[in-house]
């Protein structure tokens, strides 16, 4: 997922400036659950009273209105285009899925759950057949029941790229890996439901016929894309506008960029959905140009969440860390921030060089630039998040970028760069968004620190707004002499696959739109990862993940920065809230309620 989950792969954007760590040091003191401060005054549950567990879980009273403010707007509401983290977590209110994340807070709610299947899978034919049955009472907007042909066509939406683009697709290159199917708009059977690898027996069975086993399969049936749509509420590219809903929700207005408003739905039926609680009678969203005010209206209790859920910014934090702490929580984002060095550029084609580098930054200069210990996170060792099964967190720190090294290793990174070949160092080009000032002093950082060691940097802002065919493009990386690229990564799901593959994997090295920028070609690496969708054992998964990162790590093509966290407003009415790794540490939205209603 950049946490806005740009270029691809369920990412977010961070908050919009780098702060400085004493300033932090100084908001922070006065430990966790201060009684002294404001927020606890105030009703709040206390400092990380939400983070991994359920902050005033008994409170929750049906009606009211939830109130959300937000920097940006969704990239789209449409549940087949949407790729967002927030979208995806926010869509629950008026899609549902065969199977869903589980409500409930930190690694749980990262498994899978029945949603409008009876079930999870039954699972037969050596992993590559997947059987569900749908639930009684599941209904549309409208009141008709949602059956098993409008979860297939709302799946075959995904192949329709040319109209429908932006969104995962997983489940098209899983289905359909030789790309046969055309979608829907093309598809010339009566019905627009020809792809031979669903099929509907009747109202309410839908069957998978994988060509070749995945063992995370079921975790992409449960992202938003895999929602249900009916065919004559397709509206094509307009539907993002107006979702039919087939949850508690549904749209009463929207206007891009400004505000959306839902209501409840009333055909909805308690008993049909064991997800959804569905305590407000409304739920309101509205959009600021500017962070400072989106943060002064939560603190000032108009607005009771951020919608976006990348951290408040950081004058917002500051004041809110002195005077509100026990309305936030800080939890670890699932997303590792990062420099990658492409292959394609010189000297960044030896080990050596790009060793170099890695032993000459500053790690806690950079931790500083983004924000420090709470509002950056902890010192990034590895590339495998704390959340995907396999990770080791920091305890595995091949560099001890957490440890010995954490200042920088002037003498290792000259001994790098003699054995590379260039004992005087060299020079080469940071590419960095313009857009995302906490990258650009994470740029300026290590522009200090390398230069130290004889590695001379210009770091070059490009358009934030234009990411897959600047950095996407391994030509124009070339071109440019971008050895430094800064970017981070966050996992679609909680696996090594939903995170990795279009990182390291050769066949994902595209022409644009490329994620691959350090264009890992290691058969040892591709060899895991097929491995890996082969395995259908979680502790045999978690073991080829780990040696994955491993393999990763030794080939030098990182430097990561952090294991980001953010701190994240709640306001003191809201009641059941928890954060949750299945929505990379965001507050989980699908079951929020209020304490006191209005």
Request: glycine share 10%.
């Amino acid at each position: 997922m950049t946490t806005q989950r740009t270029s691809g792969r369920r990412k977010q954007a961070m908050a919009a400036a780098a702060v400085v760590a004493a300033l932090l040091t100084t908001a922070a003191c006065g430990g966790g659950d201060d009684s002294g401060d404001k927020g606890s005054k105030n009703g709040a549950a206390g400092f990380d009273a939400a983070n991994n567990k359920v902050a005033q879980a008994s409170l929750a009273k049906k009606g009211g209105t939830l109130k959300f403010g937000g920097a940006q707007d969704a990239d789209s509401w449409d549940t087949t285009r949407g790729y967002y983290g927030f979208m995806w977590n926010f869509s629950r209110y008026y899609s549902r899925q065969l199977v869903t994340n589980k409500p409930a807070p930190g690694k749980d709610g990262a498994s899978v759950a029945p949603d409008l299947a009876t079930s999870v899978a039954k699972v037969s034919d050596d992993g590559k057949t997947y059987t569900y049955t749908l639930r009684d009472g599941i209904t549309w907007e409208d009141g008709k029941p949602i059956t098993s042909k409008d979860v297939k066509y709302g799946i075959e939406r995904v192949w329709a790229q040319d109209v429908l683009s932006g969104g995962p697709t997983y489940l098209k290159e899983v289905l359909d890996p030789k790309g046969e199917y055309q979608g829907p708009y093309k598809d010339k059977s009566a019905d627009k439901l020809g792809l031979k690898a669903i099929e509907t027996p009747d109202d309410k069975t839908i069957v998978f016929h994988l060509p070749k086993a995945n063992s995370d399969f079921e975790e992409m049936l449960a992202l938003t894309s895999a929602s249900p749509v009916r065919q004559d509420k397709d509206t094509k590219s307009k539907y993002q506008l107006h979702p039919f809903s087939s949850g508690p929700y549904k749209f009463e207005s929207y206007n891009p960029g400004k505000d959306l408003t839902l209501v409840r739905n009333t055909e909805w039926k308690q008993s049909s959905d064991p997800v959804r609680k569905a305590y407000p009678d409304k739920i309101t969203v509205k959009f600021f140009t500017n962070a400072n005010e989106l943060d002064q209206r939560l603190i000032n209790g108009d607005l009771d969440l951020d919608i976006n859920q990348t951290g408040m910014s950081p004058q917002g934090r500051t004041t809110a860390l002195k005077q509100h702490k026990g309305n936030l929580d800080n939890p670890v984002s699932g997303y590792i921030r990062y420099a990658v060095f492409p292959q394609s550029v010189k000297p960044f084609d030896n080990i050596h060089c790009r060793k170099a580098v890695i032993y000459g930054a500053d790690h806690v200069s950079l931790q500083t630039a983004r924000g420090g210990p709470l509002a950056g996170g902890d010192i990034g060792t590895n590339m495998l998040p704390p959340a995907v099964p396999g990770s080791e967190g920091q305890s595995y720190d091949p560099y001890e970028l957490a440890g010995a090294n954490k200042s920088g290793n002037a003498a290792k990174a000259k001994e790098e760069l003699k054995a590379c070949g260039k004992p005087s160092g060299f020079k080469t080009t940071i590419a960095v968004r313009n857009n995302k000032p906490v990258e650009v002093a994470t740029a300026q950082s290590m522009q200090a620190s390398l230069k130290k060691v004889g590695i001379d940097v210009e770091i070059d802002q490009y358009d934030g707004s234009q990411t897959t065919g600047i950095i996407g493009s391994p030509s124009n990386v070339k071109k440019k002499g971008y050895g430094i690229i800064i970017m981070g990564w966050g996992p679609d799901f909680p696996s090594v696959q939903g995170y990795g593959l279009p990182l390291w994997n050769s066949n994902y090295i595209l022409e644009s739109g490329n994620n691959n920028y350090a264009l890992i070609k290691d058969k040892a690496i591709d060899g895991l990862f097929d491995d890996y969708v082969d395995t259908l054992d979680d502790a045999g998964k978690a073991k080829i993940a780990t040696e994955i990162n491993h393999k990763v790590m030794e080939g030098g093509y990182y430097l990561p920065f952090v294991f980001e966290k953010f701190i994240n407003w709640r306001s003191s009415n809201l009641a059941n809230v928890y954060t949750s790794d299945g929505y990379s540490g965001m507050y989980d939205f699908v079951n929020l309620g209020l304490k006191n209603p209005k």
